[in-house]
């Protein structure tokens, strides 16, 4: 096997906004694919991996030394130093959290997704009443913190209907995050008023050739605009913003790098903000041929998600239930500090009242209660809330 060459050495970001979309400034995207022209991902020698696994403060070439194929065959120093470091900076805690999908409509048709609006899966919005019965049941198993999830549209699931989502959270939960299309930042400024308190983004693939590839039409064709969604709600006045590639779409040393990259620049520029990342890999899709890229393993999705905490020791690290048992049992030993507990993805799922079809399928279908017994018998503490309100 050689090292990975990247691809993206003279390819430019589309950069052709829509008219309703907000631009920021292009120095982020500018610096980010210059640092991925400048760094080349092979080969590097075992005393690069090493520097890098000692240096207090990695640079973004460290971060692709630990990401390349050398430091693989490292894999349990950086497991080691890893676990060194999320024990420093996180203790023992681990934070728990559910998702709740609200709707499955979607306008934009991504290829390898269950919501692409080509798929015929059955689409549902849940009502006000019928989000309150979802979350109602979630608060009642104990947890603290909810994820809102909705496909990216925006006639179905408009900011009024986000907003409104929200803020019946706000009622039951002491955490509220969304995952849904990116917005401009007066927008982001509104939900923040109705309770969000951080957004993650899935920038899905920094290859750009590939990215258009995987999204044939739809606003999330704006490569640009979606790149930028970090820096929208933090203008917007949301404390955290969260940061993913989806391993798997496109080379994963090369997403992972860019990925690291992205969220370094806006702690750069944003030191407030509370970092984190969330590590998905593909999931098979029901209904949908898209090949799985088989090209991600565990032991590589093992080695980002090291590679990342060495990189920022302090960014947050989720890792979902996309994930098996076994793995997620082991990684929250050595570098996650946020689960998902308690998963049902399709619409409706948490009353049994199912209304639409889920996104993909999920590897680990344990109960809070599940989940909390794991985490105590391996010597960690789980946290269903580490954010008080005085
Ligand atoms: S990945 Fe998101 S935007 Fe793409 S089809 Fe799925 S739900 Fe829609």
Same mark, same amino acid.
């Given at each position: 096997?050689?090292?990975?060459? %990247? @691809?993206? $050495? ?15 400034? @292009? ?20 005393? +690069? ?17 630990? %990401? !390349?194929?050398?430091?693989? *065959? ?6 080691? $130093? ?5 024990? +420093? ?9 559910? @998702?709740?999908?609200? /709707?499955?409509?979607? +306008? #934009? ?6 919501? #692409?609006? *080509? ?26 913190? &909810? ?21 019946? /959270? ?38 750009? *050739? ?9 606003? *999330? ?35 992972? %790098? ?71 049992? #082991? ?22 009242? &199912?209304?639409?079809? +889920?996104?993909?399928?999920? #590897? ?20 269903? !809330?580490?954010? %008080?309100?005085?």
């Amino acid at each position: 096997m050689t090292e990975t060459k %990247l @691809p993206v $050495k003279n390819m430019t970001a589309p950069t052709e906004y829509l008219k309703d979309m907000e631009q920021t400034d @292009p120095a982020l995207i500018e610096k980010l694919f210059s640092y991925l022209d400048e760094i080349n991902f092979g080969p590097f020698t075992n005393y +690069e991996v090493s520097a890098a696994l000692e240096s207090r403060r990695p640079t973004p070439r460290d971060l692709a030394a630990l %990401l !390349s194929l050398t430091a693989e *065959k490292r894999l349990e120093d950086l497991a080691q $130093k890893a676990r060194r470091l999320t024990r +420093e900076h996180f203790g023992n805690s681990i934070n728990l959290f559910t @998702p709740l999908y609200i /709707a499955n409509y979607c +306008e #934009n048709s991504c290829l390898y997704c269950g919501f #692409n609006s *080509k798929n015929n899966i059955k689409r549902a919005r849940l009502n006000e009443e019928e989000i309150e019965r979802e979350l109602k049941t979630i608060a009642q198993t104990g947890l603290s913190e &909810i994820l809102i999830l909705t496909g990216e549209s925006q006639k179905k699931s408009d900011l009024d209907y986000i907003g409104r989502a929200a803020e019946i /959270a706000r009622k039951y939960f002491h955490l509220v995050g969304i995952e849904i299309y990116p917005l401009n930042s007066d927008d982001y400024a509104i939900l923040q008023k109705k309770g969000v308190d951080y957004v993650t983004i899935f920038q899905e693939t920094y290859d750009v *050739k590939r990215y258009a590839a995987l999204h044939p039409y739809g606003r *999330k064709r704006v490569f640009s605009y979606r790149f930028n969604a970090q820096e929208r709600p933090i203008a917007g006045g949301l404390r955290g913003v969260g940061f993913g590639s989806l391993f798997g779409l496109s080379d994963f040393r090369i997403d992972a %790098l860019a990925t690291g990259i992205h969220a370094y620049l806006i702690q750069r520029k944003y030191p407030h903000a509370e970092i984190s990342f969330s590590c998905p890999r593909l999931r098979p899709i029901p209904g949908n041929t898209f090949p799985l890229a088989g090209r991600i393993s565990q032991k590589n999705l093992l080695q980002i998600i090291c590679a990342f905490r060495l990189f920022m020791p302090f960014a947050g690290i989720t890792v979902s239930s996309r994930e098996n048992i076994i793995f997620r049992n #082991n990684i929250v030993d050595i570098a996650a500090t946020r689960i998902s507990a308690g998963v049902h993805i399709n619409i409706g799922g948490h009353c049994g009242k &199912i209304k639409g079809d +889920e996104q993909f399928e999920i #590897n680990d279908n344990r109960s809070l209660a599940e989940i909390f017994s794991m985490l105590k018998e391996r010597g960690l503490q789980p946290v269903l !809330s580490d954010y %008080l309100y005085v």
